[in-house]
């Protein structure tokens, strides 16, 4: 639970984690993220911008605090998209 160092709360990712499970959600997430890149994922202003259009999709309320503290845990994972090593990590923090 790497999120936690970053001071998202467990509950909240439970809660967006549940919500991603419905099929709708996921396919609007989903086609949002589509064409996302490596060099996407490492710009602050784009990880801003998609982090309040995913809040937006998932019905949740997310503050200034909570979307600085996202924006940081996502740039410092340096994700790779196209990287199944990376994916595979990220799906088990958050299984």
């Given at each position: 639970?790497?999120?936690?160092?970053?001071?998202?709360?467990?509950?909240?990712?439970?809660?967006?984690?549940?919500?991603?499970?419905?099929?709708?959600?996921?396919?609007?997430?989903?086609?949002?993220?589509?064409?996302?890149?490596?060099?996407?994922?490492?710009?602050?202003?784009?990880?801003?911008?998609?982090?309040?259009?995913?809040?937006?999709i998932l019905?949740?309320?997310?503050?200034?605090?909570?979307?600085?503290?996202?924006?940081?845990?996502?740039?410092?994972?340096?994700?790779?998209?196209?990287?199944?090593?990376h994916?595979?990590?990220?799906w088990?923090?958050?299984r």
């Amino acid at each position: 639970m790497s999120y936690v160092k970053y001071g998202i709360s467990p509950e909240f990712v439970e809660r967006v984690k549940t919500k991603t499970k419905n099929p709708q959600v996921k396919d609007k997430l989903k086609k949002m993220l589509d064409g996302v890149n490596k060099h996407d994922l490492q710009d602050r202003t784009k990880v801003r911008r998609l982090v309040k259009s995913a809040g937006v999709i998932l019905n949740e309320k997310i503050s200034g605090t909570q979307e600085d503290q996202i924006v940081a845990f996502v740039l410092a994972q340096k994700i790779d998209p196209n990287n199944t090593f990376h994916l595979i990590k990220l799906w088990g923090m958050f299984r």
